[in-house]
């Protein structure tokens, strides 16, 4: 896997990694083919009854010893891909060595194909092809290449493939229409739009594709811009630097010339980062380079990808997981044509063949969504970090809030650590109120909630702002109406049939939901177990504020944003109507905790910050932390003052004390003191081991002897096994096993357990470095 991509084949016989997570394949390079094998290339091999797409990680001179030559089949076809860009295949083959999972699922997945949709078919016989037969444009092209007139055709067939550098106008998406939802009846519109999403369309190519009315009627609504096509000419500078944005880009520009390590630039809400980002990506512009931007998730992140088209006209790709595959391919295409200069995307955009990587920003590098924990397990940040490193770019982390594991690279001179210290412009950060819960209750109060869910303080500055035309942020990381039901007669609840969860109660509509496996059940009007009328909504929940929020303040209009809301009317619907003025109110969940900037919000209030303080996980207070400070973040960013209000049973803890007090690097350097005196990441790396399947006796033994295996291993800590947090989702119980210890142990437990002979009816999985223990 470690071969020279460049090195030729000595023989005939070349191993394959195919898009299925199996081990390295043998195959035959035939004898009639004009071209040795190369490491790296793409090939279509056959594998059982059918094919696969793979890729060609090692020469051999020799066939294996332990396979019969006869039994060795030859590869079916190569297709006309270009090759892996080395950068590329270095931080892939080094992802797949890391994080123990095979190779191949990470190149099909990560590297979108690049084959144009459109095929011919053959009116005669054409070299070898008869008759008749449809083959890939591509495939005729590269049959072309040496034909007299193979320049005209090429040139024929990719200009209606829309790859030709033409003059005239770029058409791109406005801040507002990249919000907007638009009604599926007006379909060419829709498909405009849709394409738009991914990137910048030349005028004529627009028209061409989806018709002129289409892009006139978006033009109108101002929701597509159009910008004069070409590189040359000055681009736009941006507002004026305070002394630290300037100096932060003075030492990010001396860092481009020859990067030796990571940049962390920590500066706090509302400092101005993404102006750092923006001028330093200019000076990459400007000298020929290509741009990278990764953000946790697009649709939560709308003005970045906006301020990025508003300073780069014509310029700019965004790349995310809703794209079609002929969007994606085309994106990879320009984005390798050098044509997309600077593109912002989520994780995956890592992989994209880039042409001159010079700059990757990833944005909110504390996020956990820059996780990916299924299928194919990689950290978005750490693979920016080895893939700047390979491709010789400069990677730079921004954050208000840096990750532990981040806090420490810096504490140990692996990142240069640029700090923001205060906020842009006329912003100032706002003053923070802690509001205990516990004041006013007694004995009668069957429980906590059973009383207003907005404390006073927080009702009178939401009156007072309201009453100014003023908006408001509130937080309350619980969607549905209540946490679950319970019969106060008999005391029985209502849990999942699949999941060991209880039933989340919802109110509009009325119903049971399972937030993990989406089972739904009717809400009984008697309690099954004593039939009794007594069935009452434990807890508060989303929906539950939503209508408190109307009974107190019947003239605000409040917005809600959770996976429900944002399911019927899409997220960006509900910021953008937010951002307009037609909500006084911003209810939401977590999401609300992203780089979101309201310039008439003054008031944030969190009516719930307990929520995930004692979760079963040695990131937890981290999770919480960030959580508080981001949202706290949002009031006061222009020149109306903000006020945060942090509703708590526990005020005395030190994390919200230091909230409190913007004390950021202080709750990180206790929090990794804390981590070092017990052992765990990044003082120490970790490795866990989840073992799911039916039945839980049969998965806790087959775990137990994983463990049994593992403790022989020299260097190893084991934690379990046992249970995990959350035991069981749709139907398969899980148990989980925690492994610490110094790295090279480590890697030796995941050489172990790549080779664990399947057992029936439990699946492994490992995961390096987790994010999360539920």
């Known amino acids: 896997m470690d071969q020279d991509p460049t090195r030729a084949a000595p023989s005939g016989w070349i191993e394959v990694v195919v898009d299925r997570p199996l081990p390295p394949l043998t195959y035959r390079w035939p004898d009639d083919l004009d071209c040795p094998p190369k490491v790296g290339r793409e090939v279509e091999v056959p594998l059982g009854r059918g094919r696969a ?24 076809d190569l297709p006309a891909a270009a090759p892996v860009p080395q950068p590329i295949w270095q931080t892939l083959c080094w992802a797949a060595d890391y994080y123990g999972y095979p190779l191949g699922p990470y190149l099909a997945a990560l590297l979108p194909k690049e084959d144009p949709p459109g095929k011919v078919r053959l009116l005669a016989g054409w070299q070898e092809h008869p008759a008749g037969k449809t083959l890939p444009i591509r495939t005729l092209l590269a049959g072309l290449t ?75 609504k101002g929701w597509v811009v159009g910008h004069k096509r070409g590189r040359e000419g000055m681009l736009p500078m941006g507002p004026q630097l305070n002394p630290d944005q300037a100096a932060a880009v003075a030492r990010l520009t001396e860092m481009l010339t020859a990067p030796e390590r990571p940049a962390l630039l920590f500066g706090t809400t509302g400092s101005g980062k993404t102006e750092v980002y923006l001028r330093i990506a200019r000076t990459v512009v400007e000298r020929g380079g290509q741009v990278l931007v990764v953000v946790p998730e697009i649709a939560l992140t709308p003005q970045t990808a906006a301020r990025f088209e508003d300073r780069f006209p014509g310029r700019v790709g965004v790349w995310h997981s809703a794209q079609g595959a002929t969007d994606r391919g085309d994106l990879a295409r320009r984005v ?44 978005g940040r750490d693979l920016a970090v080895v893939l700047a490193k390979n491709a010789g770019a400069l990677c730079l982390l921004g954050t208000a809030t840096p990750s532990v594991e981040s806090w420490r690279n810096a504490e140990m001179g692996r990142y240069e650590r640029i700090d923001l210290p205060g906020r842009a412009g006329a912003g100032r950060m706002p003053e923070v109120r802690l509001i205990d819960l516990r004041q006013g209750r007694d004995e009668t109060d069957r429980h906590p909630f059973d009383r207003p869910l907005i404390a006073a303080p927080l009702r009178q500055a939401l009156e007072e702002g309201l009453a100014k035309g003023e908006q408001a942020i509130l937080l309350l ?58 069935l009452t909504p ?32 899409g997220i960006g619907t509900i910021l953008e109507a937010f951002r307009q003025g037609e909500g006084d109110i911003l209810l939401g969940t977590q999401m609300l905790a992203k780089g979101h900037d309201f310039p008439k919000v003054t008031t944030v209030g969190v009516v719930l910050a307990d929520q995930g303080l004692s979760l079963p996980d ?12 981001q949202t706290s973040g949002r009031a006061g960013r222009a020149e109306l003052p903000g006020q945060v209000f942090i509703q708590t049973f526990e005020p005395e803890h030190p994390l919200f004390g230091q909230i409190q007090r913007g004390e950021v690097a202080q709750f990180l350097d206790e929090e990794l003191a804390l981590r070092r005196m017990l052992g765990y990441p990044p003082d120490q790396p970790m490795l866990r081991v989840l073992a ?54 480590l890697r030796s437990a995941l050489r172990l357990l790549q080779q664990w002979p399947e057992e029936q009816g439990v699946n492994l999985r490992w995961e390096v470095d987790p994010v999360q223990m539920m």
């Open 53 to 76: 797409r793979g890729w060609i990680v090692a020469l051999h001179a020799a066939p294996p010893d332990d396979v019969a030559v006869g039994r060795i089949k030859p590869i079916i």
């Open 146 to 220: 040496p034909h007299p007139f193979a320049r005209f055709w090429m040139g024929w067939l990719q200009g209606h493939w829309g790859t030709v550098d033409r003059e005239g106008r770029m058409l791109v998406l406005s801040a507002q229409g990249r919000a907007v939802t638009i009604a599926p009846r007006a379909h060419r519109q829709l498909a405009l739009h849709n394409a738009l999403l991914s990137h910048p369309l030349e005028e004529a190519d627009a028209v061409a594709q989806f018709g002129r009315d289409a892009v006139r009627s978006l033009e109108a």
């Open 692 to 745: 799911r399947g039916k039945g839980k006796r049969v998965v806790g033994q087959a775990l137990e002897g994983v463990a049994r295996t593992l403790a022989k291993l020299p260097g190893l800590i084991l934690l379990g096994p046992a249970p995990a947090p959350i035991e069981r989702i749709q139907g398969i119980d899980r148990h989980h096993l925690l492994l610490r210890g110094p790295r090279p142990a």
């Open 336 to 379: 390798r044509a050098g044509q997309v200069q600077v593109l912002v995307g989520t994780r995956s955009a890592l992989f994209l063949p880039w042409l001159n990587l010079k700059l990757m920003v990833v944005d909110e590098e504390h996020d956990n969504a820059l996780s990916q924990e299924e299928g194919m397990r990689y950290h």
């Open 538 to 569: 434990i807890g508060v929940g989303i929906q539950q504020v939503e209508g408190w929020l109307n009974q107190i303040l019947p003239k605000a209009k409040v917005l809600r944003l959770d996976r429900d809301t944002a399911r019927l009317k």
């Open 477 to 534: 990381n619980r969607r549905g109406y209540a946490p679950f039901l319970r019969c106060i007669g008999c005391g029985a609840e209502f849990a999942c049939e699949h999941c060991a969860v209880p039933l989340t109660y919802h109110h509009h509509p009325r119903r049971l939901l399972c937030h993990y496996c989406g089972h739904t059940k009717p809400v009984p009007d008697l309690c099954p177990t004593c039939q009794q009328m007594l």
């Open 618 to 629: 040695f990131r937890a207070q981290e999770r919480l932390f960030q959580t508080l400070v």
